[in-house]
């Protein structure tokens, strides 16, 4: 099983490590293109991006090897030939399940120890390609805006790198200064050190806006502004633009949830949980100090101080503090009341109180939900480490018992059904997670859904496979829709070579006879419409044709011994009377009348029956027909 399985396993591993990895590649192309990065930066970022990939492909490996592995035997009839043998299916999965136990180890540790250093070296890396400013390639014909605080337009470029009509906007000094260069040709090149543009023009002008002088500005509106034209046979500008590659400091991420395992993540949660509960309890205290049950409790508690503190004057008629007397105040006739001066003043006011009560308390809310959102993330990413694991052996216990079910190998079904499983996992697995990220649900319950969806679909597989069960057999179910509108296969009789027991024609004759005479009856007395309700009354069953269903075969069971091959080959006229009452099989009386009374689904039911009587007196006929074919037989012979 071993050998079977493992270069399989090497196989689908690299294939999807490698389909994930060009997924990788395709979403971040637009910050790999026209950087001018080094093979040595790419060939980094490959290697990070591949084992950054691993938690993606090996599940979905192990489900296409597992799938493919059995589906072999299941083709080549090997795994018939080991549960002849005795070996049961558990037994045969027994090497497999101990090597994907140790897999599954293995990529625990792999999530808890390697992952952690991938994340940060991965996304530093990524950070530090996407803040590398691109190299140069200034098109023709529109205007180039990648250089900072510089627009270049070039009408036209000249094989050897010459620019023709050139036109530069300069907002170096800011977009009042601004200066507009026209030159005839340019060349374009980087400094040494990558770190500055080197613009040689030839034979052009700049024109520059200048600032008004005081004196400018006192003469008013008739004065004009001053400007600075140059003409220039040779120029030269330098423009600072960075073209290296500046590997950024990784120590930002290290921080973060990415770069941390189980036990850093833990220790992460403890401290934020503190750090969240003092924020609550800090929300909860200021929204307490700002509400009226505190004045209340203030007078409450005064008042009992006061008994305490001096019981003397508690019980005589000292005055001690009192609560306010309540009184009931018609603020709408003192607002009214008031000057249309006061009243603007006392709505101003109140409109900036309030203003100043829902910006506090909605930075309040997004400082609170920001913790809350950093130990959520905390959570989800304790909870992945695990789930791989478990992922891995979920997808094998399904991979394995599919592929013993529908027997089917090669590259072709398994794929087709892996790509699908593949697919449903990772949409649950998504929606549990953004469930968890955005608090919808607990951290644990968005983490583990796709497993807890997984798992009994894994169990039930199991144990269909184990029972030799052919619930994913399409031949299962090409037959049954074939019951269901009559076409069923028909009799296959052959000579036997060595014949114990004769058949006796005389005694056959008589049971002949009254099959044909039943045929008759049945035909008289069964039309093909039942009424509706009498037909759910009975139940559905038709225990006649059952009756005669067991005749005929007796009667085939009897004529299969005969040697005469005219009589071998008309007993294979005869219809397989059976599969006309699989819908009703198991009712009885009261079941149909519920059907019939109060579910719809008893209408198309009824018609399909109806559709079955139909195909049935087609057979009755094909029975009564072979029957008389049959006597003629038997008695000129």
Not at 72 to 94: D, F, P, Q, T, W
Not at 182 to 189: F, G, N, Y
Not at 371 to 393: D, I, N, Q
Not at 479 to 508: C, F, H, Q, T, W
């Amino acid at each position: 099983m071993l050998q079977t399985f493992l270069p399989l396993f090497i196989m689908t591993f690299g294939i999807c490590l490698f389909i994930v990895l060009m997924q990788f590649l395709w979403r971040s192309i637009d910050d790999l293109v026209g950087k001018g990065l080094g093979i040595s930066v790419l060939a980094e970022m490959f290697f990070y991006a591949a084992l950054f990939l691993v938690p993606m492909a090996l599940p979905l490996s192990l489900l296409l090897a597992s799938l493919m592995t059995f589906g072999n035997l299941g083709e080549r009839l090997e795994l018939l030939a080991m549960k002849s043998a005795g070996v049961s299916l558990i037994h045969i999965m027994r090497p497999l399940i101990i090597l994907i136990a140790g897999v599954s180890i293995g990529a625990f540790f792999f999530q808890n120890n390697v992952m952690p250093v991938v994340n940060v070296k991965l996304y530093a890396l990524l950070y530090s390609m996407r803040q590398k400013s691109p190299e140069l390639e200034i098109p023709e014909g529109v205007f180039f805006k990648d250089i900072p605080k510089y627009t270049i337009y070039v009408k036209k470029k000249d094989p050897d790198g010459l620019f023709r009509d050139m036109m530069i906007y300069d907002y170096s000094d800011g977009f009042d200064k601004a200066m507009v260069i026209v030159a005839d040709s340019a060349r374009l090149k980087t400094s040494a050190d990558k770190l500055f543009l080197v613009l040689s023009l030839y034979n052009g002008e700049a024109f520059q806006n200048l600032q008004p002088s005081s004196s400018t500005r006192k003469q008013g509106g008739d004065a004009m502004d001053p400007y600075r034209r140059e003409s220039f046979q040779t120029k030269e500008i330098l423009i600072e633009f960075d073209a290296n590659f500046t590997r950024r400091d990784d120590s930002f991420l290290q921080n973060q949830y990415l770069g941390k395992n189980l036990e850093g993540l833990q220790s992460s949660i403890d401290s934020m949980t503190v750090r969240l509960d003092s924020i609550k309890a800090l929300n909860a205290k200021s929204l307490y100090d700002n509400s009226y049950k505190k004045n209340l409790h203030y007078w409450q508690e005064q008042a009992k101080v006061e008994e305490d503190t001096d019981p003397v004057a508690s019980s005589s008629n000292v005055a001690r503090v009192q609560p306010p007397a309540s009184m009931t105040l018609n603020y709408d006739s003192l607002y009214q009341a008031q000057l249309p001066s006061a009243k603007a003043a006392l709505l101003t006011r109140v409109k900036v109180a309030a203003e100043y009560v829902k910006q506090d308390y909605h930075f309040r809310a997004l400082t609170l939900g920001d913790e809350a959102a950093r130990v959520r993330r905390h959570y989800t990413e304790w909870h992945k480490k695990l789930t791989l694991s478990f992922a891995c052996l979920v997808f094998f216990f399904i991979g394995a018992p599919l592929g013993a079910i529908i027997r089917k190998g090669g590259l072709g079904v398994p794929v087709i059904i892996s790509v699908l499983l593949y697919i449903f996992y990772y949409i649950v697995d998504n929606i549990g997670f953004k469930m968890a990220r955005d608090g919808v649900w607990e951290a644990w319950q968005g983490m583990w859904l796709s497993s807890a969806v997984l798992t009994p679909m894994g169990i039930f597989l199991t144990y269909k496979a184990v029972n030799d069960s052919v619930i994913l057999n399409a031949d299962t179910y090409l037959n049954i829709l074939k019951n269901l509108i009559g076409k069923r296969s028909g009799r296959k009789i052959e000579m036997k070579e060595v014949i114990i027991y004769a058949p006796d024609y005389a005694a056959l004759i008589p049971q002949l006879t009254d099959l044909k005479s039943q045929c008759t009856d049945y035909l008289k007395t069964h039309k093909r419409w039942v009424n509706y309700f009498t037909y759910w009354k009975d139940g559905g069953k038709d225990v006649t044709v059952q009756r005669m269903a067991v005749h005929i075969e007796a009667i085939v069971e009897e004529l299969s011994n005969s040697d005469q091959i005219l009589i071998l080959n008309k007993l294979m006229d005869y219809p397989v009377i059976s599969g006309y009452n699989q819908l009703s099989m198991h009712m009885n009386k009261k079941v149909g009348l519920i059907l019939a009374f109060f579910f719809p689904i008893g209408i198309p039911l009824y018609f399909l029956a109806i559709y079955q009587r139909g195909l049935l007196q087609h057979d009755m006929k094909a029975v009564q027909r072979t029957t008389n074919e049959l006597l003629e037989m038997i008695q000129t012979s």
